[in-house]
Antibody, heavy 120, light 107 residues
Framework: QVTLKESGPVLVKPTETLTLTCTVS??????????VSWIRQPPGKALEWLAH???????SYTTSLKSRLTISKDTSKSQVVLTVTNVGPVDTATYYC????????????WGQGTLVTVSS | EIVLTQSPATLSLSPGGTATLSCRTS??????LAWYHQKAGQAPRLLIF???KRATGIPARFSGSGSGTDFTLTISSLEPEDFGVYYC?????????FGPGTKVDVK
C-alpha cells in the first residue's frame, strides 16, 4: 500500500526557515516517471501547489514563491524535503506531499498533511 | 500561466440529488484535467483524471466530461459522504495548478 507521511515542526517563528520531510513507502522515488509535489492549504482556503521533484531529479516551483523554496530528495531514505525560507504568518497552512505517477497528470496518493503555524 | 475558474462557489443540495460542477481553464488543456474531493480535516482524494477517467475505487456516480477549456464533474445520487469541497487541477508544462474549489453542502 502506497503511503506518504509529512513531518516537521508544528510552530515556526517569523523569518526562520521551515523544513518539512515527506517519507514515502511502497514505491521508489527513482521509479521512471515518479514524482512528488508539496501542496499547502491555509486554514479555510484553497489548495496551492508549491513544488515538484521528478524521478530524474528535475525540479519545478510555483513562480510566486520560487525564491524561497527548495525541494530535494534522498532516494535511499525514500524522503522528499521542502525548505521554505524567511517564513511569515501567511505561510501558516497544512502542508501536504502527494505522489504523481508517470502515466497520470494528477496526484493519486496524498499524505495526511501537517499543520504548520508561523507565530512569534 | 493557465488560470482555473470553478463555478459555482457553493452548491447546496439534498442527499440523493445531482451535483453539476464546472471548471474552466484560460487555455486549451486538451483532456488533461483532474478532479479531487476533500472532506473537512482530510487530505484531498483523486476522483477523475484525464477529464473522464475514474480513479481506482471511485464509484460510478462520479463522472467527468469535457475537453479543451470547459470541464464538468457530475455527481449523481449524492451520498452523505459526498459533501465537501471539490477542486480541479491541471499540469501545464513543469507546473501544476489547482482551481479555487466548489463547496457542496447540505441544503
Amino acid at each position: 500500500q502506497v503511503t506518504l507521511k509529512e513531518s516537521g515542526p508544528v510552530l515556526v517563528k517569523p523569518t526562520e526557515t521551515l523544513t518539512l520531510t515527506c517519507t514515502v513507502s511502497a514505491f521508489s522515488l527513482s521509479d521512471p516517471g515518479m514524482g512528488v509535489s508539496w501542496i499547502r492549504q491555509p486554514p479555510g482556503k484553497a489548495l496551492e501547489w508549491l513544488a515538484h521533484i521528478f524521478s530524474n531529479d528535475a525540479k519545478s516551483y510555483t513562480t510566486s514563491l520560487k525564491s524561497r523554496l527548495t525541494i530535494s530528495k534522498d532516494t535511499s531514505k525514500s524522503q522528499v524535503v521542502l525548505t521554505v525560507t524567511n517564513v511569515g504568518p501567511v505561510d501558516t497552512a497544512t502542508y501536504y506531499c502527494a505522489r504523481k505517477r508517470g502515466d497520470l497528470e494528477a496526484f493519486d496518493s496524498w499524505g495526511q498533511g501537517t499543520l504548520v503555524t508561523v507565530s512569534s | 500561466e493557465i488560470v482555473l475558474t470553478q463555478s459555482p462557489a457553493t452548491l447546496s443540495l439534498s442527499p440523493g440529488g445531482t451535483a453539476t460542477l464546472s471548471c474552466r481553464t484560460s487555455q486549451n488543456v486538451d483532456i488533461y484535467l483532474a478532479w479531487y474531493h476533500q472532506k473537512a480535516g482530510q487530505a484531498p482524494r483523486l476522483l477523475i483524471f484525464e477529464a473522464s477517467k475514474r480513479a481506482t475505487g471511485i464509484p460510478a456516480r462520479f463522472s467527468g466530461s469535457g475537453s479543451g477549456t470547459d470541464f464538468t464533474l457530475t455527481i449523481s445520487s449524492l451520498e452523505p459522504e459526498d459533501f465537501g469541497v471539490y477542486y480541479c487541477q491541471l499540469r501545464a508544462g513543469w507546473d501544476f495548478t489547482f482551481g479555487p474549489g466548489t463547496k457542496v453542502d447540505v441544503k
